[in-house]
C-alpha cells in the first residue's frame, strides 16, 4: 500500500490529481467495452509530462502501457498493472499549407476532416478509421487502398528512457499493419502528413463514398474492435470466415458478426474472455478447413483475473 501511495503521489506531482485515477475501470476506453481495471491510469496534458511518467516508470520499475483510442484493442479481463497512459488530452491539429501536424491523440478520422476543411487531398481514406493518430502509425493503419506510410512525414516520439526524437517515415519499416514502433517502444507525440492541394467538393465527394461503404457493410451497431484478423496473403479473412460456415457463430455474448464476418461483435455483454475465445476459435475452424493462417490486426494485452 505504501508503495502504491508513492507511485500515485510520484504522478500527480508530474499532472495533476484529476490527470490520475486509481483502479481506472477501462471498459469505457476499448471499443469493444471489455476490459479490467488499471492500477494507475494517468492522463499526460503536456510532452515533457510524457517524459516524466516514463521516467518514473522506469525509475520504480513499475510496469508501462501506452493506452490509444482503444479501436483496435482487446484489455483482458483482469485488467492493466503498474501505470498505463492515456494520451487523449494530446489532440491538437495544426495545418502549414500543405503540412499536417497533428498529435497522437487526435482521432486519425478527425485529422482527414481538418484536411478536407483545408482543401488538402491524401488523407481520404483516414475519415472512417476509428483510432488515434498514435495508433495509426503504429499498425500503419489503411484502408479502400490507402494507409498512413503514403503520407506521413515524420514522427515525434518518446523512447524507452524518456528521450524525445524526431523520426523520418522511412525509418518506422511502415508495412502492411505494422511498424517498428512497438518493437522500439516509442511512444508517439505527433505526426507531420504531407499532403497536396485539391478541391473541396471532389474530396468531400470521395470521404462521403468511403463512409457509405463502411456504413453499409460494416455492423457498427455493436461493441467491436473492427477487422479482427489481417489480411492473409491471397485471401480475405472475412470470406475465409464466411465460407467456413461461421457467421452468427456464438460464444458467450461474443458474436461472429453476420452483417460482416471478418468482424466479431460484442451482442451480449461479452467478457474479454469469451472474445478472445471467439478469436481463436475461428482460427482453429479457418487452419482446419483451408490451412490459412489467421493473423490478429487486433491487439490483446492486459491480465486474466485471478481465479
Known amino acids: 500500500m505504501e508503495r502504491a501511495n508513492h507511485i500515485y503521489e510520484g504522478l500527480v506531482k508530474i499532472t495533476s490529481d484529476e490527470n490520475v485515477i486509481i483502479d ?12 479490467g481495471t488499471a492500477d494507475f491510469f494517468v492522463t499526460p496534458e503536456t510532452y515533457e509530462q510524457v517524459q516524466q511518467i516514463v521516467k518514473l516508470a522506469n525509475m520504480e520499475s513499475v510496469p508501462f502501457t501506452l493506452l490509444g483510442n482503444g479501436s483496435n484493442l482487446i484489455i483482458k479481463d483482469g485488467g492493466i498493472r503498474g501505470i498505463v497512459m492515456y494520451l487523449g488530452k494530446l489532440n491538437k491539429i ?25 482543401c488538402l487531398t491524401g488523407l481520404e481514406f483516414a475519415c472512417g478509421i476509428p483510432g488515434s493518430v498514435g495508433g495509426a502509425l503504429y ?45 522500439n517502444g516509442y511512444i508517439v507525440l505527433e505526426a507531420a502528413f504531407a499532403l497536396q492541394k ?21 455492423p457498427l451497431e455493436y461493441p467491436t474492435c473492427g477487422s479482427v484478423f489481417k ?3 491471397g485471401y480475405y479473412a472475412g470470406k475465409l470466415i464466411q465460407d ?20 466479431i461483435i460484442n451482442k451480449d455483454e461479452a467478457t474479454a474472455k469469451e472474445y478472445i475465445a471467439l478469436i481463436e476459435y475461428v482460427q482453429r475452424i479457418v487452419k482446419d478447413k483451408f490451412n490459412v493462417d489467421l493473423e490478429c490486426e487486433v491487439r490483446i494485452i492486459g491480465e486474466d483475473p485471478v481465479e
Open 244 to 263: 467456413s460456415g461461421l457467421q452468427g457463430k456464438e460464444i458467450g455474448g461474443a458474436q461472429v458478426s453476420l452483417k460482416h464476418a471478418g468482424f
Open 231 to 233: 489480411r492473409p496473403p
Open 24 to 35: 481506472k475501470p477501462l471498459k469505457n476506453h476499448t471499443y469493444t467495452r471489455l476490459g
Open 198 to 218: 485539391g478541391n473541396h467538393v471532389e474530396i468531400k465527394a470521395v470521404m462521403d463514398d468511403l463512409t457509405y461503404k463502411r456504413e453499409s457493410k460494416q
Open 139 to 183: 499498425m500503419n493503419a489503411g484502408a479502400y487502398g490507402g494507409e498512413i506510410k503514403d503520407v506521413l512525414l515524420h514522427t515525434v516520439v518518446v523512447d524507452r528512457q524518456g528521450q524525445l526524437h524526431t523520426i523520418q517515415a522511412n525509418q518506422l519499416d511502415l508495412k502492411y499493419r505494422t511498424s517498428n514502433i512497438p518493437n
Open 94 to 118: 495544426e495545418v502549414n499549407d500543405t503540412q499536417l501536424i497533428a498529435q497522437s491523440g487526435a482521432l486519425i478520422a478527425n485529422v482527414s476532416k481538418k484536411a478536407l476543411n483545408h
